[in-house]
Each structure stands twice: as structure tokens, then as C-alpha cells.
């Protein structure tokens, strides 16, 4: 195709190029959208798809034309994109376009590719390894907050304290003084559920009761026109119930899972701790990798990758269309990130071959059934079923590079 084409910016990883497409070139594309047109209309005396391409052309101008400005478009950006020598991260977008009759047409193509880095420092580095001891406080701690999750909750004829549950029919007087029909709401008093003042009024009032005074809105509520404002509050106590706590002995491990006594239980808390403070610590330690590779090896990402992650998370969270901006920039630098990570992780498996086989793969799913205590053919059908295979692949090929580089980079305990 007969095309001028103008770099008119090389930064990074964006590319902008001004693209002039000759008139008369135009005029031939203008040709063969009219003959393509020619095919979908009917005109009366001709027989559907045959009328004659000049006439469709003068019946049809704007049509004619748009067809043949796309035509020319998606065609140039092709001659463009070969001609360049581009490899494209995303779609090119369309600029600043001018096509008026008989006249050349000219638009700016705005491309972003694929990044280019060679990673030529990957040792050297300072890495410290920090790692939380599981000690017998922690250890209690954990074991407590089971303790929390099995508690049974026992309905008291008793005005509610700190820490009880209530169920209660609560209104909040609107701007003329009336008070609403209550909405009913199940509260843990002491959680931050409510606002200090109408968890007072709460207390102050016994199971069936009906209480109502004015309550001050604290000076840090959210709502700023909110904040110092009195109003009238109603509350109906429907019930209050009382958290008991089961005790700690052998019947309550039983209860808990697959454990004979309370000390087999509190072992297995330490070892789950244990393997959670090592995973965190790893976690740590590839973090600091990552960065340090990115400052001695600085590269661009597309911004594309960047928002297709982000629109992914967006989706995942389903976040509502009133908060997504707020989620975007807050996101857009984790993102960012991870992109960066995945390409520095996919760089180096590849160039170092060590990218996970189907062997690997078998052999991380023979782990897995083992652990389960269940076959391996099943266990990798049902992988297979959820679209997991490929995450154990990236897991695998993960642990593979990260083992290559800290053999080139000792870590130091802190």
C-alpha cells in the first residue's frame, strides 16, 4: 500500500506514527467499498446485489465513503505495523483523523509494545530473610480465637454489656424532627458497629423495651456534615444474647478436627504457624528480589497489561461503578508491579529453561494427591475440570526461578 509514515514519538514502550495515505489511493479503496456496498443493497430495476457500483456509489455517498476511510484505515495500520517492524501489546488506537473528500487522508497511530530488556544484572544483590518465632503466646492467641469462632451465643433477660449481641429496631429522626419505622439491625456491642452514643442507648435498655433520646454524632464520622450533629434516636431491643465460651480440653479438639487431645491440637496450631510464617517469609524475600532486579534492570510496562489486570480485579471484587476510579488509582501501582514481576519471572524461566514440564506438573499433582490421601488420576481430573493445571504449571515454574536466583544470591537472616 501506497503510505507515507512519520514517527512522531519512540518512548518506551509507546509508539506514536502520523500515517498520510495518498488521494488517489483513496479514491481506489472508494472503488472497491462501492463494489462491496454493490452487494448488500437493492435498488429498484436491478436484482438484489447487482446494482452497478457507480450508481450504488452516487445513491450512497457517506456510506460508500465511511467503508472505504475504514477500509483504508485498517489496511495502513497493517502496512504500518509490518513496515515498522512493531511488535504490538494491545490494539493501536486512532488519532486526530482527517479525510475529506479528494484529499489525502491523514490520522496518527498511537501503539504500545511489547517491552524489550535484557536483564543483564540479576546477582549481587542484598537479600535478609526475617521470620516470625511461634511461640506459646502466639500459639494461645490462635487457639483462643477458635475458642472465639465455636462460641454459642445464649439469649439473657439481663440489659446488654460489652460484648453481648442485640438485635435491635433502630430510627434515626429525618431533618423534621419525625422519627421512621425502625430498621432492624444485629449488633456486638464494643465491635464499632454503632456510633458510642446509641450503643449507650443500647445498654440502657432491657430486652423488650422501647428507650429514644437525642445522640451527638461523633467529630470523626465519616460524613463530614454528619459530624457534631444531635438527633433523636429510637431503639427497640428485640434481644440480647451473651457469648459463651466452650472449654479448652480434649472434647473441644475433638470438636475442632481429627485430634485426640488439646496438646495434639495446640501442635498442629504450632506447625500450621510455622508454615505460615516461612511462606510470609518467603513471600519477603522474592519481594525484595523483584525490586531490586527492577532498579538495577529499569524497563517500561504497557499501560494495556496494566489496566487489563486491574479491569480483572475490578470484576473479581465486583466493585461498584461509583467506586471503581477510587479502586483504579489506588490498584494501578500493584498492578503495575505485577506485570513487572510476570515479565521478569517469564524472561528468565525462558532464557534459563526453566519453565515447568508436563512432568513437573505430574509430579506437584502426585504431592497434592498424597497429601490428600486420594488417587492422582482423580486428583488431576479434577484440576483439569476447575482450569487449575496452568496455575501449578506457573507455581512450579515460579519456585524453579526463584531457587536459580538465590543460589546467585545468598540470603542473610536479619
Known amino acids: ?37 454493490a452487494t448488500q443493497v437493492r435498488l429498484p430495476g436491478f436484482r438484489p446485489g447487482k446494482a452497478p457500483p457507480s450508481m450504488v456509489r452516487k445513491k450512497f455517498p457517506e456510506a460508500v465513503r465511511q467503508e472505504a476511510i475504514e477500509l483504508v484505515i485498517n489496511e495502513a495500520f497493517r502496512e504500518a505495523i509490518e513496515r515498522e517492524g512493531l511488535k504490538l501489546a494491545a490494539q493501536p488506537h486512532v488519532h486526530d483523523l482527517k479525510s475529506e473528500p479528494g484529499q489525502p487522508l491523514e490520522f496518527e497511530l498511537h501503539c504500545e509494545v511489547r517491552p524489550e530488556f535484557s536483564l543483564d544484572t540479576l546477582d549481587g544483590f542484598a537479600l535478609t530473610r526475617t521470620e516470625t518465632p511461634v511461640n506459646d503466646e502466639l500459639v494461645e492467641e490462635q487457639l483462643e480465637r477458635i475458642r472465639e469462632q465455636k462460641a454459642e451465643w445464649t439469649p439473657v433477660d439481663e440489659k446488654a454489656t460489652e460484648g453481648d449481641m442485640v438485635t435491635v429496631l433502630l430510627s434515626t429522626a429525618e431533618a423534621d424532627g419525625t422519627l421512621p419505622e425502625g430498621k432492624e439491625y444485629r449488633l456486638v456491642l464494643g465491635g464499632g458497629q454503632a456510633i458510642p452514643g446509641i450503643e449507650e442507648l443500647v445498654t440502657e435498655t432491657a430486652p423488650g423495651a422501647t428507650n429514644e433520646r437525642a445522640v451527638r454524632w461523633p467529630d470523626d464520622f465519616p460524613d463530614e456534615s454528619q459530624r457534631g450533629v444531635s438527633k433523636l434516636v429510637r431503639v427497640v431491643v428485640k434481644d440480647v444474647k451473651r457469648k459463651a465460651l466452650p472449654t479448652l480440653d480434649d472434647a473441644f479438639a475433638r470438636e475442632v478436627g481429627d485430634f485426640d487431645t488439646i496438646d495434639a491440637l495446640r501442635a498442629a496450631i504450632r506447625m500450621d504457624m510455622g508454615e505460615h510464617s516461612k511462606r510470609e517469609s518467603d513471600a519477603d ?16 510496562v504497557p499501560k494495556a497489561w496494566v489496566m487489563q489486570l486491574v479491569e480483572g480485579y475490578l470484576k473479581m ?9 477510587t479502586f483504579v488509582n489506588e490498584f494501578m501501582p500493584m498492578a503495575e508491579n505485577q506485570v513487572r514481576r510476570d515479565l521478569i519471572i517469564d524472561t528468565i524461566a525462558e532464557r534459563e529453561s526453566l519453565v515447568a514440564s508436563a512432568a513437573d506438573v505430574d509430579a506437584r499433582v502426585e504431592e497434592l494427591a498424597k497429601a490428600r490421601n486420594a488417587d492422582p488420576g482423580q486428583v488431576y481430573a479434577q484440576l483439569q475440570k476447575q482450569g487449575r493445571l496452568q496455575e501449578i504449571e506457573r507455581e512450579v515454574t515460579e519456585e524453579r526461578v526463584f531457587g536459580w536466583l538465590l543460589e546467585k544470591n545468598p540470603v542473610t537472616a536479619a
Do not use: C, H, W
Open 1 to 37: 500500500m501506497n503510505i507515507t509514515i512519520t514517527p512522531t514519538e519512540t518512548a518506551g514502550v509507546s509508539r506514536r506514527l502520523q500515517i498520510t495515505v495518498p488521494a488517489d489511493t483513496v479514491a481506489s479503496y472508494e472503488d472497491q467499498a462501492a463494489r462491496k456496498y
Open 285 to 300: 524475600v522474592r519481594g525484595q528480589l523483584i525490586k531490586q532486579i527492577v532498579e538495577s534492570n529499569p524497563f517500561d
Open 317 to 325: 471484587y465486583g466493585v461498584p461503578d461509583a467506586q471503581k476510579q
